[in-house]
Antibody, heavy 123, light 108 residues
Framework: QVQLQESGPGLVKPSQTLSLTCTVS??????????WSWIRQPAGTGLEWIGR???????NYNPSLNRRVTMSVDTSKNQLSLKVTSVTAADTGVYYC???????????????WGQGTLVTVSS | DIQMTQSPSSLSASVGDRVTITCRAS??????LNWYQQIPGKAPQLLIY???SLQSGVPSRFSGSGSGTDFTLTIRSLQPEDSATYYC??????????FGQGTKVEIK
């Protein structure tokens, strides 16, 4: 079955760029009517949606992060990537990639999640 | 921006109890509402989509209802393995998908 695995540095210095990769295995990232999203969770708090990418390459981002976030896809490697620039301690948390499937027009739900990767922003 | 507000923030209940969690949207979202369960240290898992559709493999003691702005997740007979945090999420207002702040369920 399809699985997602996040990877990337666990420690990033303040003001630098956080870069993560999500590898999709067991299926093609290009197949199906899916959005692919990044979601993060600061320690002890709730879930924050970061953004979404359609397999065509179109993207939408959370306005609270919009200017600092870039998502992209490499279909040849079956990978998604996330970059967050100018990070601060507030960007520390567990980062998940997730697949959003469509129930009806506009109604999407996250039916597949990676295990998550912890990123700490600290000097 | 649309806000999703869950209540209560936490609750403690006994095995076998009926548990109800509420999610309120700041604007109408039809039935574009999903529920997730997150066990500590694990990724969230989908329980309910489209307000009331049970995800494949999820026990039937979980159910969802509601439309418009008010939604409910019910656990019919609480089990020890249901100790977790539960989140609602809307996908009506694009491009921003929003989660509620979570409800932590503990077993007495």
């Amino acid at each position: 079955q399809v699985q997602l695995q996040e990877s990337g540095p666990g420690l990033v210095k303040p003001s630098q760029t956080l870069s993560l990769t999500c590898t999709v295995s067991g299926g093609s990232i290009s197949s199906g009517n899916y959005y692919w999203s990044w979601i993060r969770q600061p320690a002890g708090t709730g879930l924050e949606w970061i953004g979404r990418l359609f397999t065509s390459g179109s993207t939408n981002y959370n306005p609270s992060l919009n200017r600092r976030v870039t998502m992209s896809v490499d279909t040849s490697k079956n990978q998604l990537s996330l970059k967050v620039t100018s990070v601060t301690a507030a960007d520390t948390g567990v980062y998940y990639c997730a697949r959003a499937s469509r129930a009806v027009a506009g109604l999407y739900y996250f039916d597949l999640w990676g295990q998550g990767t912890l990123v700490t922003v600290s000097s | 921006d649309i806000q999703m507000t869950q209540s209560p923030s936490s609750l403690s209940a006994s095995v076998g109890d009926r548990v109800t969690i509420t999610c309120r949207a700041s604007q109408t979202i039809g039935t574009y509402l999903n529920w997730y369960q997150q066990i500590p240290g694990k990724a969230p898992q989908l329980l309910i989509y489209a307000a009331s559709s049970l995800q494949s493999g999820v026990p039937s003691r979980f159910s969802g209802s509601g439309s418009g702005t008010d939604f409910t997740l019910t656990i019919r007979s609480l089990q020890p393995e249901d100790s977790a945090t539960y989140y609602c999420q809307q996908s009506y207002y694009t491009p921003t998908w929003t989660f509620g702040q979570g409800t932590k369920v503990e077993i007495k």
